[in-house]
């Protein structure tokens, strides 16, 4: 069977060592669509490991300035190309094209790779820090290694493994990027990547800069995971999958992002409920659904007062998720492992209010709604967080303040917490108690609104606590901070003007934010004279000698 080529090593070409075959389904109708994708074997998966170790120093060498002009490059290119690029998403994923697909990722995706050109530019995420007292100067550097990246399957475009939010953090921090297409969208990856290679052609960065294999199997990337000469993983999907490629690159000590499970905690306190109840179902409603459920932060757990207002709350929630119709899933996995959450989840306890259950054509689930009392989930919490990947959610009645304070100590790390309150302040005490618990538990806290909204902004944490991601301390979201996830912090103790990099040296010949000897406010301006790295003469104890002005 004739199969597309795959990019590695700067060219399109037929795989070295073809191990078998997949095609793209159309979700609606669980149809077989478009051509055959390979699945590659170990020759390929060295072959572009071995080029990207190869072009990892010529890009570190590259002039940041150029690698920004491919990243815009490349925005302008899949704007250009948006038609293709939305109906090849569409027909992969059955997301809308409109608005989802052309009015929403899109433009976020193109958005993330200007942010990140700008960061690249103005050495925004280098984060240039001076001591000049200890003599001491540093930044976050470039790796000198690639970047694996394997993207997931709820954004075809925004988290695509070779245009996504990760891609353009490990481009912008001059590392090549290995990607991996997600087999949900394959056809979608390859026209990304076709524009990807020819802005690199355009920019003349290294050819082997952006690769790509469609697929290989488990054992060849944990193998890839754990090899040495790669610099760092960025992933987003499943906790099991995630949980095996970090093993794996623990083994050759390899940075693994992770972005894994989550359900993201909503509380709906009192007297909110009293307040607008109805108005709250059709939020609640409109978030679990959205995209058939198929987001990270989509809120999987509720925690609802019992008495008249929750019991209304509940009724009102049961009437839209009972009126709307099946949501189609992304492939038939996600279908099975989505019957196999609801299994978990009432194994430990949990009773079906509506929905429940698949159907057809294609990859359909009807939106579910499922309840537990408190009690109940404090004797389970761990079987009772288990994540449901699709339009269900788990609604968990409290007879009392203290039990819900007790839901929130006994929840595990997750991408988003959220508060709604009453807006007359009867509820302030207890959301101030509960936003202390809440707070270490979740990576973005939020009031009032439903968490499923990520935007794109230095400010956002997206992001959290153990289980959600493998490190509490980066997003994958945000520039410059999500690019920080593939850099190494560099310091340079006393070494000559001429041998720093230009944000550290003493003139600041690129005008660059840089923070001073440590008093929290940056500089722009060049470093003065009595500022200038001291001289090398130290103390007998080994520590620099102060600088005199």
């Known amino acids: 069977m004739d199969v597309q080529p795959v990019l590695v090593g700067g060219a399109w070409r037929a795989p070295l060592e073809l191990t078998g075959s997949f095609r793209a389904f159309d979700p609606a109708s669980g149809e077989a669509i478009g051509p055959a994708f390979p699945r590659s074997g170990a020759a390929d998966v060295e072959a572009a490991l071995a080029a990207a170790s190869a072009a990892a120093p010529e890009l570190v060498a590259t002039d940041p300035a150029r690698v920004a002009a491919f990243l815009d490059t490349y925005a302008t290119a899949i704007e250009d190309d948006a038609a293709t690029l939305v109906a090849l998403a569409h027909a992969e994923t059955a997301l809308p094209a409109k608005p989802r697909l052309a009015d929403v990722e899109l433009p976020r995706t193109t958005r993330q790779l200007r942010l990140a050109a700008a960061a690249a530019r103005d050495y925004a995420w280098t984060q240039p820090t001076i001591d000049t007292t200890a003599g001491l100067r540093a930044h976050f550097a470039p790796l000198g290694k690639p970047v694996a990246v394997f993207g997931p399957n709820n954004f075809p475009l925004a988290f695509n493994a070779v245009a996504g939010s990760d891609f353009a953090s490990a481009i912008a921090a001059r590392a090549p990027v290995i990607a991996k297409a997600h087999p949900a969208h394959p056809a979608t990856c390859e026209r990304l ?98 995209g058939s459920g198929q987001f990270c932060t989509n809120p999987g757990l509720l925690v609802v007062p019992q008495g008249t207002a929750g019991d209304a709350f509940v009724n009102a929630a049961m009437a839209e998720f009972r009126a709307a119709p099946p949501g189609v899933l992304f492939a038939r996995g996600v279908q099975d492992s989505l019957v196999q959450a609801i299994e978990t989840l009432q194994g430990w306890g949990a009773s079906c209010l509506v929905g429940g259950s698949s159907t057809g054509p294609g990859f359909r689930f009807r939106p579910t709604l499922l309840q537990v009392g408190a009690r109940a989930f404090l004797k389970h919490p761990e079987g009772l967080q288990h994540e449901a990947f699709g339009p269900v959610s788990l609604i968990v009645r409290v007879a009392n303040e203290a039990e819900m304070l007790a839901i929130v100590a006994a929840l595990e790390g997750n991408l988003t917490g959220t508060l709604y309150a009453a807006t007359d302040g009867r509820d302030d005490a207890l959301r101030a108690q509960l936003c202390r618990v809440l707070r270490p538990r979740v990576g973005r806290l939020i009031g009032d609104r439903m968490p499923t909204g990520v935007a794109v902004s ?74 200038r790295a001291p001289d090398r003469r130290q103390h007998a104890g080994g520590r620099p000698r102060p600088v005199r002005a």
């Not at 290679?197 to 990337?221: F, H, I, K, N």
């Not at 009192?270 to 109805?278: I, Q, S, Y």
């Not at 720093?500 to 004279?529: F, H, I, K, Y």
């Open 458 to 531: 230095a400010a956002m944490q997206h992001g959290g606590p153990w289980p959600s991601t493998s490190h509490p301390g980066f997003s994958a979201v945000g520039m410059p901070g999500a690019i920080r996830r593939f850099a190494a912090w560099h310091c340079y103790d006393h070494l000559p003007d001429a041998l720093l990099p230009p944000e550290l040296r003493a003139r600041n010949p690129g005008g660059v934010a840089r923070l001073v000897d440590g008093t929290g406010a940056r500089t722009t301006s060049p470093v003065r004279r009595h500022e």
């Open 193 to 290: 990547a076709r524009l990807a290679q020819r802005a690199l052609e355009t920019c003349g960065l290294p050819p082997a800069s952006v690769q790509m294999l469609y697929g290989y199997d488990r054992a060849l990337g944990l193998r890839l995971a754990g090899d040495t000469r790669l610099g760092a993983l960025g992933f987003t999907g499943s906790r099991a999958g995630g949980m095996a490629l970090k093993r794996a690159a623990d083994t050759a000590g390899v940075p693994a992002y992770l972005e894994m499970s989550s359900i993201n905690p909503v509380f709906l306190l009192p007297g909110a409920l009293a307040e607008r109840g109805e108005t709250l179902a059709r939020e609640f409603f409109a978030s679990c659904t959205a």
